[in-house]
Each structure stands twice: as C-alpha cells, then as structure tokens.
C-alpha cells in the first residue's frame, strides 16, 4: 500500500537547522509532483514548499523563501526539506504530501 513517513523532526534552538526526509513506496514515486505541508496549533494547515515529478521546479511560500529547500532524489523515493534559520513561528507538525497521499506528519519545535 502507499506508504509516506517523515522522519527528522525535533526541538531545535531559534537559528538552528532541521533536514526532513520523506521516504516514498506503494506508489511510482517519480510521476508524482510534491508538497511539504505544515500545520501549527490552532491554524489550518498551509503548503511551504512544492516540486516537480522531476525536481526542475520548485515554489516556496513567501514566509519560507531563502531559509528552506525543497528536494528530491528519484532513485532513492525520498523527499527533504532543508530548514536553515529556523524561526519559533515555524513550529509546526510537517507534513509529506503526494496528492492524494499523505505521510502522518513530524512534529519540528523551534525555542528556545
């Protein structure tokens, strides 16, 4: 079946960095475009960043650009997001998405 499931979330320290992974199987990884989404306490959930079946094109809400990277590596099914310069508004369970497939989400906290 479709399996994705994020992994590297944690507490870090305002400034710090973060790399979530998102490792892809059941489906054919590289036809699919994707999404990293976030949700904080009490808000809905918003897309950060998205790329390409291929990985040429990327998108970044404005809040995130130049602090995170999105990416993927084909061969391995697996997609990251890059966290630099983490802010505490960031704080958020972050989630894979390959519509219409969804990974259960990693808590990443920033305080500190």
């Known amino acids: 079946q479709v399996q994705l499931v994020e992994s590297g979330g944690g507490l870090v320290q305002p400034g710090g960095s973060l790399r979530l992974p998102c490792a892809a199987s059941?489906?054919?990884?590289?036809?699919?475009?994707m999404n990293w989404y976030r949700q904080a306490p009490g808000k809905e959930r918003e897309l950060v960043a998205a790329?390409?079946?291929?990985?040429?094109?990327?998108n970044y809400r404005d809040s995130v650009k130049g602090r995170f990277t999105i990416s993927r590596d084909n061969a391995k099914n697996t997609m990251y997001l890059q966290m630099n310069s983490l802010k505490p508004e960031d704080t958020a369970v972050y989630y894979c998405n390959a519509p219409p497939f969804w990974g259960q989400g990693t808590q990443v906290t920033v305080s500190s």
């Open positions: 059941g489906f054919t990884f590289r036809r699919y475009a």
């Open positions: 790329i390409s079946s291929a990985g040429g094109s990327t």
